[in-house]
């Protein structure tokens, strides 16, 4: 009897024939995510069309939520601290707290008292 693996019909393992390990890796050369032109990431799905990150093009951007038992996404804390209210500029946000304290003033300035 011989003991090839033709005796036995079994065919050897081939890489890249089955299993998502080592022998899998080879025939991964399409990209699934692109580059997304609202938050820059590399997180644009091609095919479904819409990014892992902010959401877009949805109008509303993704948020990280405060935790894992919130109504958004329970994501890593530093993904939320990368991404959170005074990362960025706040050009409208950090004028708000002097203006609360002034009570919201409009119009012009008032005349000075004599």
């Not at 693996?5 to 022998?23: E, L, S």
């Not at 949805?58 to 405060?66: I, L, N």
Request: with cysteine.
């Amino acid at each position: 009897v011989c003991d090839s693996w033709r005796a036995r019909r079994t065919p050897p393992a081939v890489m890249g024939k089955a299993g998502k390990g080592t022998g899998s890796f080879g025939k991964r050369r399409n990209k699934s995510h692109t580059l997304c032109v609202r938050c820059g990431r590399r997180a644009f799905h091609i095919q479904k069309g819409k990014c892992a990150a902010c959401g877009y093009p949805s109008a509303r951007k993704r948020t990280q939520g405060p935790g894992a038992g919130s109504l958004f996404y329970g994501h890593e804390a530093k993904a939320q601290r990368r991404t959170t209210t005074g990362t960025g500029r706040m050009r409208h946000l950090k004028t708000m707290a002097r203006r609360f304290k002034n009570g919201f003033q409009t119009g012009q300035a008032k005349k000075a008292s004599k």
